[in-house]
């Protein structure tokens, strides 16, 4: 009998251009497992306008979705880029306040593992980025006190190339 097991989420997060996406993409690929895109991202660029609160929101509820739904699965892990807690942080820089789900919804999600990207790789300006120099230092901290406050396990991922690879892949074999 093949028995359904819920799999070990793990969330790379961290500020703008630490590398979250390659991460992502490159630790789906070692363990042949699923991994969700940003949609932050995908989203706000198709906007061609300023984001306002409700399209913070819509992205927030998106992610709490895909979590839903990544829970379902078959699988040994899901690995997701991004994910409520940057964008909790997010509302509270932005717009100085979040919808009041947000905390449940965080605080209710299984999350085996939170990879945190060192903010040791130079930030590259892209067009939806905003967030670069001593802004992109603090909001590195912000993310991680939330993370922290939440209880949630985290773990902070340095160096560069095959190394941050190496690092992250340490990081879960531990588990």
Sequence with gaps: MNRKTKPDIIVITGAESTGKSELTQQLARHFGAPFVAEYAREYVEKLHRPYNYADVEH???????QMQC???LNCRFVFFDTWLVIT????EVAFGHIPAWINTAIRDTPI????ACDTDIPWAPQPVRENGGEMRLML???????????????????GTGERRLQNALKNINLL
């Design 88 to 91: 909790k942080v997010w509302f």
């Design 140 to 158: 590195a901290e912000k993310y991680h006190r939330e993370i922290k406050r939440l209880g949630f396990d985290y773990k902070i991922v340095s």
């Design 70 to 72: 990544a829970a379902t």
């Design 112 to 115: 085996r593992l939170f990879l």
């Design 59 to 65: 992205i927030a509820q998106m992610q709490h979705a």
